[in-house]
């Protein structure tokens, strides 16, 4: 079974401060996204990953960065969390050769 | 611009009955799509999938039909149970190696027993 498993579930943070969202996958895919999931918009892709050092914006990257130093995890970094960064955040990885993306158990961020 | 649309945010069945949901898509290069799950505060899980030059695929209760013209797709859930209430979305993949998908905003369903 794939597993996709993220830091911290819930998270509380104050506008301003540095937020750091980690993820890891233990099925050895090349690929690994960050989404953030909002009422009434659906799933939005912020970032992907297609291999090590190697990142790709996706439709929402403003005030968003990624980290992929090894294989296994993507981290999402908030550099100066905002209220409206307040959303559920949801990884996912695929390996290079299937287009099924299985994600994780998601984290609810709240910014106050 | 919004390439995979889902029309209805919601929608209700009774349980043994069957239920439909209903995705389309503008953007003719899509030649993968999939169904996943999901339950509140919980990742979404992939249900089924299809491929362009397919027009049916079948997985037990599910069922999702392609009309590649219309541009249209369909998840059949035959029958509905209870346990099947989440938010269902759809998503595409754009041929060419992209290893992106692109999501519907999702359909809630209900299953009343």
């Known amino acids: 079974d794939v597993k996709v498993t993220q830091s911290s579930r819930y998270l509380v943070k104050r506008t301003g401060e540095k937020v750091f969202l980690e993820c890891v996958q233990d099925m050895d895919h090349e690929n690994m996204f960050w989404y953030r999931q909002d009422p009434g918009l659906g799933l939005r892709l912020i970032y992907f990953s297609y291999d090590v050092k190697m990142k790709e914006k996706g439709d929402i990257p403003e005030g968003y960065s990624v980290s992929r130093e090894k294989k296994e995890r993507f981290s999402l970094i908030l550099e100066s969390a905002s209220t409206n960064q307040t959303s559920m955040y949801l990884c996912?990885?695929?390996?290079?050769?299937?287009?099924?993306?299985?994600f994780g158990p998601g984290t609810r961020l709240t910014v106050t | 611009d919004q390439q995979v649309k889902q029309n209805s945010p919601s929608l209700s069945v009774q349980e043994g009955r069957i239920s439909i949901l209903n995705c389309d898509y503008t953007?003719?290069?899509?030649?993968?799509f999939l169904w996943y799950k999901k339950y509140p505060a919980e990742g979404p899980t992939f249900l089924i999938s299809i491929s362009s030059i397919k027009d049916k695929n079948e997985d037990g209760r599910f069922t999702v039909f392609l009309n590649k013209s219309a541009k249209h797709l369909s998840l059949h859930i035959v029958p509905s149970q209870p346990g099947d209430s989440a938010v269902y979305f759809c998503?595409?993949?754009?041929?060419?190696?992209?290893?992106?998908?692109?999501f519907g905003k999702g359909t809630k369903l209900t299953v009343n027993p």
């Open positions: 996912a990885s695929s390996s290079e050769d299937r287009y099924e993306q299985y």
């Open positions: 953007n003719s290069m899509f030649d993968y």
């Open positions: 998503a595409a993949n754009p041929s060419g190696g992209s290893e992106k998908l692109v």
